[in-house]
């Protein structure tokens, strides 16, 4: 039982990772496409214009930036890995509340003078979704 649900959370994640990254270079292709388009429009217009160097420079500048836009930049790379962190540890930190809790309410069941003691565990494995949520801060901070 617990392998099945593992593997149906892996699948979830995959999914999702697949999912975000096609959604990805969809928008970046539209942009792309929208600034082609765009140039294409001012260069198909009738009217004389002049040029300075530094409207050369930009034009630099800004075919740089087109550049950098393909594929996920450090940045997009940051926010997944903070974004993956908090959300494996919360799901972590779900299935391990889960077993503790199930586990302690049969334990008070028979004796009422351990829940002090479950109390414990149960905080022990809420604390996991704790240590991910610092980990995408601390990432967060490098991006």
Do not use: R
Not at 117 to 129: D, S
């Amino acid at each position: 039982m617990k392998k099945k649900i593992l593997s149906v959370i892996l699948c979830i994640i995959v999914l999702l990772l697949i999912g975000v990254t096609s959604a990805y270079a969809v928008n970046t292709s539209n942009n792309t496409n929208y600034i082609n388009n765009e140039q294409n429009i001012v260069s198909n217009s009738n009217t004389v214009t002049t040029t300075t160097t530094a409207d050369n420079e930009k034009q630099g500048e800004n075919e740089s930036s087109e550049e950098n836009k393909e594929g996920l930049s450090n940045h997009d790379i940051g926010l997944l890995a903070a974004a993956l962190a908090t959300g494996l540890a919360c799901i972590g930190a779900g299935i391990a509340v889960a077993m503790v809790a199930s586990s302690a309410i049969g334990a008070i069941s028979e004796n009422p003078s351990l829940l002090g003691k479950t109390i414990i565990f149960a905080g022990l494995a809420e604390g996991i979704a704790i240590y991910g949520l610092i980990i995408s801060i601390m990432i967060l901070n490098k991006v």
